[in-house]
């Protein structure tokens, strides 16, 4: 366990909305990651950030954007929600001088998108 | 398209019998390999991987096995037991780039 928590562990939200999710962690890890899992598609990354202000995308990157000013925090944001969202979304940590091995992943978010 | 596949959505087997999860990957650049476990309500863990340089890696109860030739890797778990009831991940990576994992099998062990 990496100490990584995530905020809120469910919501529930209306098409066209914008929802943030927050990642924490305690670790001082430098890469962080969000992934989406779905069924019959396993986990899918979204973006990552390998240091404060620094990030890319993943293989799922449209419709979301994220934002980390904190090495501890990691934002991600969807700036107008739509169904296809509803999902379980992942965030994970990594130590610098960790293989992929010791990448940690938090309890989950359930995101529901009415 | 998914670069990698689970194709057996369930596995239920008898507790103390071996338990093989199987996987295939398609991108013939991945160079490491990893299965993780994960239980309702919480994140996935990891439980074993494999290099491309080797064919197998042994870690008590678990072992993987890797076929690059087919393009295949297995999970075997003997013997198998009740807490071992999870769903299982395999993913592959490419360098320092992200995983990819395949859709995950729900292993189900009866006492």
């Known amino acids: 366990d990496a100490g990584i928590t995530q905020s809120p562990r469910h919501k529930v939200t209306e098409t066209g909305t914008p929802v943030t999710l927050r990642c924490h962690q305690t670790?001082?890890?430098?890469?962080m990651y969000w992934y989406r899992q779905d069924p019959g598609h396993g986990l899918r990354l979204i973006h990552y950030?390998?240091?404060?202000?620094?990030?890319d995308k993943g293989e799922v990157s449209d419709g979301y954007s994220v934002s980390r000013s904190k090495t501890e925090d990691f934002l991600l944001t969807l700036e107008s929600a739509t169904s296809s969202q509803t999902s379980v979304y992942f965030c994970?940590?990594?130590?610098?001088?960790?293989?992929?091995?010791?990448?940690?992943f938090g309890p989950g978010t359930r995101l529901l998108v009415l | 398209d998914q670069q990698v596949k689970q194709n057996s959505p369930s596995l239920s087997v008898q507790e103390g019998r071996i338990s093989i999860l199987n996987c295939d990957y398609t991108?013939?650049?991945?160079?490491?390999f990893l299965w993780y476990k994960k239980y309702p309500a919480e994140g996935p863990t990891f439980l074993i991987s494999?290099?491309?340089?080797?064919d197998k890696n042994e870690d008590g109860r678990f072992t993987v096995f890797l076929n690059k030739s087919a393009k295949h890797l297995s999970l075997h778990i003997v013997p198998s037991q009740p807490g071992d009831s999870a769903v299982y991940f395999c993913?592959?990576?490419?360098?320092?780039?992200?995983?990819?994992f395949g859709s995950g099998t729900k292993l189900n062990v009866k006492p």
């Open positions: 994970a940590t990594r130590p610098l001088a960790g293989g992929l091995e010791t990448q940690y």
């Open positions: 670790e001082n890890h430098r890469y």
């Open positions: 950030s390998y240091g404060v202000k620094d990030t």
């Open positions: 991108n013939s650049m991945f160079d490491y």
């Open positions: 494999i290099s491309s340089i080797k």
């Open positions: 993913a592959a990576s490419e360098g320092d780039g992200g995983i990819y």
